[in-house]
């Protein structure tokens, strides 16, 4: 069975945390294995906002003050990750593999609102309680000669290899929610600034066996409505898919992917109907203790920061975006440092008035990410964000967080 294309993201990201040496709590009976794998992590994160001259940004990252409201914010929260706690039962019956995951996601921030990451209730009030985002509930059957097969809510493919290889994954990255008065169950890290964020999705796919270190997936998925647009019923599912390869030549390790999604958008007794596409492509390169990492995706109706989130101008006039995140790590002994640079860009649709509409937003994060035990990691990291209109404003920001992630 193909695990590297299957695991959830917390599984992935605690094994990507190498210099943690986590794994998971195994308990065999009979037939079957039981596993218990998840994380805590806490940030203090400080935000100096834009206050000299905001503008109103539809889709800007960057945190505003000024007009009475405080420059600065501070708060102590989840970062890019939830805190997880994740399930999973494995067996072997007639020679297949055959597995079961569910994946629970709770926050340290009051969150009320429903959706953990929609919030809408009162913000950070006493009496108030942190939300649990349970993002999935999928299984895996195959084996290694006939490929896999998953079905359930779990991770999609587009965008997931940006996110699992993002080093602000253990960290905070960019503030987000953590800036302002209505917490969320995450931060951003560099969702919105250099990717579009992979979501959970109900899918069902089919992984290839891996041929010469390379795999295929192609599924569907129960398609989503844009945010803030086109809201109709579906006649058809959406699709998605990625290529992966993976090598190493002489102690250096090689990973390459590329992954589409696509879907039809239908307004009921509206204009807005559309198609939506993105590709992305990618890989990272391990020399020793240096990895370097790039990821580019593009477009058409596929909107910014979430999936077809500002996707079109609300009359089936696709948006165009594109961006990309740049990323190099070191380690030295149980210390590792890093740098990425990320930029989403969105352009309005043709022939649209689009001044007061996001036209890129701008990150560049530097951290610090310590290993005091083999699951015990201590971080720092100063991060950079800029918004800027297609009307030619744009605001400014800055958070630093210094936190600790527990994987298990």
Request: charged share 15%; net charge neutral.
């Amino acid at each position: 069975m193909s695990k590297s294309n299957q695991r959830n993201l917390i599984a992935a990201a605690v094994a990507l945390l190498s210099s943690t040496g986590a794994s998971a709590l195994e308990l065999n009976a009979g037939d079957y294995k039981f596993t218990v794998n998840g994380n805590i992590n806490v940030h203090y994160v400080y935000s100096d906002c834009d206050s000299s001259s905001p503008v109103v940004i539809g889709g800007g990252l960057a945190c505003t003050g000024g007009g009475g409201t405080a420059k600065s914010a501070s708060a102590v929260t989840n970062g890019l990750l939830p805190a997880a706690l994740s399930f999973g039962v494995i067996t072997q019956q007639n020679g297949l593999d055959i597995e079961g995951h569910f994946g629970l996601y709770p926050g340290i921030s009051t969150n009320d609102g429903g959706s953990p990451n929609l919030q809408g209730g009162a913000g950070n009030v006493g009496l108030g309680t942190t939300g649990l985002d349970v993002r999935q509930v999928y299984l895996t059957v195959g084996n290694k000669d006939i490929g896999t097969f998953t079905a359930g809510r779990n991770f999609g493919l587009f965008g997931f290899d940006a996110i699992i290889n993002d080093m602000t994954i253990p960290g905070v990255g960019a503030a987000g929610a953590a800036a302002s008065g209505t917490p969320a169950n995450t931060t951003l890290g560099s969702i919105g600034l250099g990717y579009v964020y992979t979501d959970t999705l109900a899918q069902m796919n089919y992984t290839t066996p891996a041929f010469a270190g390379a795999t295929l997936t192609l599924g569907i998925y129960d398609p989503l409505n844009s945010l803030g647009g086109a809201t109709g019923r579906k006649t058809q599912p959406g699709f998605h898919g990625k290529l992966a390869y993976k090598t190493e030549v002489g102690g250096t390790k090689v990973y390459l992917s590329s992954a589409f999604i696509t879907q039809q958008q239908r307004d009921d007794g509206g204009s807005d109907d559309y198609r939506s596409y993105g590709l992305d492509v990618g890989g990272k390169v391990n020399i020793s203790d240096l990895e370097l990492g790039g990821w580019y995706y593009y477009g058409k109706g596929l909107g910014t920061t979430a999936l077809f989130l500002l996707s079109s101008d609300g009359n089936g006039g696709r948006r165009g975006s594109n961006g990309y995140l740049a990323q190099a790590t070191y380690k030295i002994d149980a210390v590792k440092v890093g740098v990425n640079y990320g930029v989403s860009r969105l352009s309005g649709a043709d022939g649209e008035n689009a001044t007061g509409l996001v036209r890129s937003n701008t990150k560049i994060t530097g951290g610090v990410y310590y290993s005091l035990t083999k699951n015990l990691l201590l971080l720092s990291e100063v991060t950079s964000v800029t918004a800027k209109a297609h009307g030619g404003g744009k605001n400014e920001a800055l958070n630093f967080n210094v936190g600790t992630f527990l994987s298990f």
